[in-house]
């Protein structure tokens, strides 16, 4: 049956689509009510907490909430005139309470984020704002004359800005100026853009290490009979039976001047005893600890993809005069793309957020993005920086992925 | 023809194969194929016949003996050098690529021109009636259109042999009909040899010049396909082919080309000694079901009677199905066609059933 717009009827005169939806719901209220826990256990501890620390990049009222009055003086202004007397009388009036709050610390800190070797300026001069008189401006520059200087102003300007891209600005070593603009960090301040450009060239060499050491040892496996192959499986895992602290720790006993490896080179007259290989504590550490920690996770998706291909079609390439090499590359390997693609962006997306690591082997030139996040989280307390850094990555990530898709296509990726 | 016959092109000597030191799965094959032959190895799984093919193929190495190709030993060739054809279970259609680049690779690896690639590709798509499906992917095809690929495909090297390893398994039974005809069919046509091996005994019968059965390793039978199923020389040949009735029993004497053969009911029957040579053996007496009459008026002269009982009678179209219960065995079949003047037999009734003597064999117990 059709309706007069074409559409199919069921017997009962309702469209068909929509009986079709009918009879599907208590089967979907099902399934949704069997993922319903996990889905709020999600959405609570790990979405949630996520956005909300997101978040952080892009927002930070700590100046516009302690320094009210400042704030709202500073609204208007463009920061091109000089700072007018009514902020600084404003200015005056909340380090008062700020000093009686005993929140000037958090002020001080604030701005000279913005502008650094500000933090003393704001504490001394809360000291003594009590005393000040009208007019404010002069007080204040008589106080100290950085006040008079228009980038201490520009540094609360942007301070006082409740949503404000300075952190994201700042995690791509670059800095907003009072009107807006945005200029790059003077050199010796430039660290941000390099760390990033390290973390995707270490991960970016752990994924081709692990493809090239994993491959033939999936294809071996895929190849073996059951029983073997079965034990070769164990091997693989055997790694995550033990924790990734203890792996990361053994690679530092193996590879140090002192270590195995290094011995070995020695008594094999590789290196000399007074100069033997710096191994670990560098870039070169990372790459050989990491490597070896996601081994496995180029394997897996490989062998489970290397399993399902038939060995006729290896045979049937050779039958037709096809040398091993000619039918290993022409008919297995492209076979084993959906593999290489699934394990490359396992090993690449997990390595491009890996910590500890690099923070136990890396040494100066060996740590990452993670490491100058949790700088930013433990040390600094500046965490408004950390969560920019970790969505300037996370934006990174999504767009490598954007870009695989088109090139490989996600579709084209096989798990097992 | 007749001069191809005589000289063997495929040659198995005494060759054994074992794959785990302990087991052989081939003991001592001798087989010689000739030129333009189409030979298909039939046995059970676990006979045999499939490690036969791949060792042909020399995706398997034969343990012992020697296997020569036109004359010329082949045990230490490697597979892409003997210029096999196969056809795979499976067909083994490269995905990745379409029927035209599919049928294209042997020739590729071959270091054919473009042009002459195209043009082997489009006459090899012809032959097998898939023309218009160049760019499609294997994927996008039936089983039948990949059957054929698959076929065009072990074809357009222009191979002298091509070996089928149960090409046509995944089929449903009327395309199998069809495309065991275009095989035949074409490999006359085309005059090569082909090696074809199937675990269905129809399929066996209808292609073949010869057919080799084997089981536990061994050819039990190679002949005709009209003499396997008339002149089976074993009991494992006579009830693997076709349907077959069989009675146990005892040679009392053999006489001239007759074998006296007592039953186990203790009926005396006549027989044809295949492979009985003295009395006091035991033997497995075999009729074929279509042998068998119960029409008195039918009933040629000289021929043997027993008595009957009907356990069971299926309509099934074109001929009808009875089970007997004759001599102690409940398994006895009779097929009779279905002509307008044909009995339908009730179960229950007593009849009289008989056969020619030359059409009943004695064979090994």
């Known amino acids: 049956m059709m309706d007069s717009s074409g559409s199919l009827l069921a017997v009962d005169g309702t469209p068909l689509r929509r009986k079709l939806a009918q009879s599907m719901f208590r089967s979907r209220v099902r399934a949704f009510g069997l993922a319903l826990p996990l889905l ?8 949630y907490p996520i956005l909300d620390f997101l978040r952080q990049s892009v927002y930070d009222a700590r100046f516009a909430t302690l320094m009210p009055a400042t ?21 005056v009036a909340d380090l008062v309470i700020a000093k009686k709050e005993k929140t000037i610390g958090k002020v001080a800190t604030r701005v000279n984020r913005e502008l650094s070797g500000t ?5 001394k001069t809360a000291r003594n704002a009590k005393k000040m008189k009208p007019p404010y401006m002069e007080a204040l520059i008589k106080k100290d ?8 102003w520009h540094a609360m300007k942007t301070a006082s800005r409740v949503y404000t891209p300075a952190y994201i600005v700042a995690a791509l070593d670059r800095k907003m100026l009072a009107d807006g603009s945005i200029i790059q960090q003077s050199e010796e301040r430039r660290i941000h853009v390099q760390l990033f450009a390290r973390t995707m060239e270490i991960s970016f060499l752990v994924t081709i290490f692990c493809l090239i050491l994993g491959y033939p040892i999936a294809f071996l ?17 055997l790694p995550f039976w033990t924790s990734l602290l203890v792996r990361t720790t053994a690679w530092i006993a193996m590879l140090q001047a002192q270590g195995v490896m290094n011995d070995l080179f020695v008594v094999f007259g590789l290196a000399t005893d007074e100069d033997r290989f710096s191994l670990i504590y560098n870039k070169t550490g990372t790459l050989i600890a990491m490597t070896h920690i996601l ?24 039958s037709m005069g096809a040398t091993d090499w000619t039918a290993f590359w022409r008919v297995y390997f492209p076979q084993s793309v959906p593999g290489i693609g699934a394990g490359a962006l396992l090993v690449f997306i997990l390595a491009i957020g890996y910590y500890i690591t690099p923070a136990l082997v890396g040494g100066q030139d060996g740590q990452m993005v993670s490491n100058i996040i949790d700088f930013h989280m433990r040390k600094s307390l500046n965490w408004n920086l950390a969560a920019a850094l970790g969505l300037v990555m996370l934006v990174f990530v999504m767009f490598l992925f954007w870009v695989y898709d088109r090139v490989v296509g996600i579709d084209n990726m096989k798990l097992g | 023809m007749a001069e191809a016959q005589t000289k063997a092109f495929v040659e198995f000597q005494r060759v054994q194969k074992s794959y785990d030191g302990e087991v052989l799965v081939v003991k001592d094959l001798n087989l010689a194929i000739p030129r333009g032959e189409f030979l298909t190895m039939l046995g059970p799984s676990g006979s045999g016949k499939t490690t036969c093919l791949m060792m042909l193929a020399g995706f398997e190495t034969a343990t012992h003996g020697e296997i020569l190709l036109d004359g010329k030993p082949i045990n230490n060739i490697p597979p892409h050098k003997r210029g096999i054809g196969m056809v795979f279970q499976n067909y083994a259609l490269f995905p990745h690529m379409t029927v035209g680049e599919n049928l294209s690779f042997p020739l590729e690896v071959r270091k054919f021109g473009k042009s002459e690639r195209e043009a082997k590709v489009k006459r090899a798509l012809d032959m097998v009636e898939m023309g218009d499906f160049i760019s499609r992917r294997p994927a996008q095809l039936s089983g039948g259109q990949q059957q054929r690929i698959a076929l065009a495909r072990a074809l357009v090297f222009e191979p002298e042999l091509v070996l089928m390893d149960e090409p046509l398994g995944a089929l449903d039974k009327q395309l199998r009909e069809k495309m065991q005809f275009e095989i035949t069919d074409l490999a006359h046509k085309l005059g090569i040899t082909v090696v074809y091996v199937t675990h269905d005994q129809t399929e066996a019968l209808t292609m073949s010049d010869r057919v080799a059965v084997f089981n536990d390793g061994v050819i039990q039978q190679i002949a005709p396909p009209d003499e396997l199923y008339e002149s089976p020389e074993n009991s494992f040949v006579a009830q693997f082919i076709g349907e077959n009735n069989t009675l146990e029993g005892v040679v009392k004497e053999i006489n001239g080309g007759v074998a006296l053969v007592e039953l186990d009911s203790g009926d005396l029957i006549d027989s044809k000694p295949v492979n009985v040579s003295k009395p006091g053996e035991r033997t497995r ?23 009957a009982e009907v356990l069971e009678f299926i309509y099934m179209g074109d001929i009808f199905r009875t089970r007997l219960r004759v001599a102690g065995n409940d398994e006895f079949i009779i097929k009779t066609r279905n002509a307008p003047d044909q009995v339908r037999l009730t179960p229950g009734t007593q009849i009289e059933i ?7 064999r004695a064979l090994d117990a």
């Not at chain 2, 008989?354 to 009943?360: A, K, N, R, V």
């Open chain 1, 71 to 91: 704030s709202e003086a500073m609204a208007d202004w463009d920061g091109s005139t000089a700072p007018t007397e009514e902020m600084a009388a404003a200015l």
């Open chain 1, 119 to 123: 933090r003393s300026l704001f504490t």
């Open chain 2, 354 to 360: 008989g056969w020619m003597p030359e059409d009943c």
């Open chain 1, 295 to 318: 081994l496995p996770f180029m394997i897996l998706p490989l062998f489970s993809v290397m399993k399902t291909i038939p060995p006729s079609y290896v045979r049937a390439a050779k």
């Open chain 1, 40 to 47: 709020a256990f999600i959405i609570v501890v790990f979405v």
């Open chain 1, 221 to 237: 496996m895929a190849s073996l009979p059951l029983r073997t192959s079965n034990l070769l499986l164990i091997l693989v895992l």
């Open chain 1, 145 to 152: 004359k950085d006040w008079a200087d228009i980038e201490t």
């Open chain 2, 285 to 307: 007496v075999s009729i074929r079901p279509e042998r068998v009459e119960y029409n008195k008026d039918r009933l040629q002269k000289g021929a043997h009677t027993l008595k």
